[in-house]
């Protein structure tokens, strides 16, 4: 089962589209998760204890968090760092299409760009 959860930077929207599109995903918005005004790798860590993919905007620094985490040994669930720049429809379509149509294992230890993520999902 794929579980969800924003990072503080994420547009919130994205949580409540996505609930809205499909309102059985476990998706926990920043607020929810606790990650308000965490560091990225206590952001990291939560998501991890609890089991979800974290979504985010940062594509700066919290790719690096990602691999540190990983390099020393700590698993994560994955990350998925969603543009900003992409309309949220398409975020919302992803999302649920992966949580849909994929298992949580898939994306174990991995960070992935959403647009690189699309053409996977939306063969054209």
């Not at 089962?1 to 918005?29: G, H, K, N, W, Y």
């Not at 560091?39 to 979800?52: F, H, K, T, W, Y």
């Not at 968090?65 to 700590?74: L, P, T």
């Not at 994929?102 to 960070?111: G, T």
């Amino acid at each position: 089962m794929i579980r969800f959860q924003a990072d503080a930077d994420l547009d919130q929207d994205i949580v409540a589209a996505v609930r809205r599109r499909e309102p059985t995903v476990d998706f926990a918005s920043a607020a929810e998760g606790g990650v308000i005004g965490l560091l990225d790798p206590e952001v990291l860590e939560i998501a991890s204890n609890q089991g979800r993919i974290l979504i985010t905007h940062d594509r700066r620094t919290m790719p690096e968090h990602f691999r540190d985490r990983v390099a020393g040994g700590k698993p994560s669930p994955g990350v998925f760092i969603v543009s900003q720049f992409e309309p949220i429809g398409s975020v919302v379509e992803v999302l649920t299409m992966v949580w849909a149509a994929s298992n949580s294992e898939e994306w174990q230890n991995q960070v992935l760009h959403l647009p690189t993520l699309s053409p996977h999902v939306f063969r054209r």
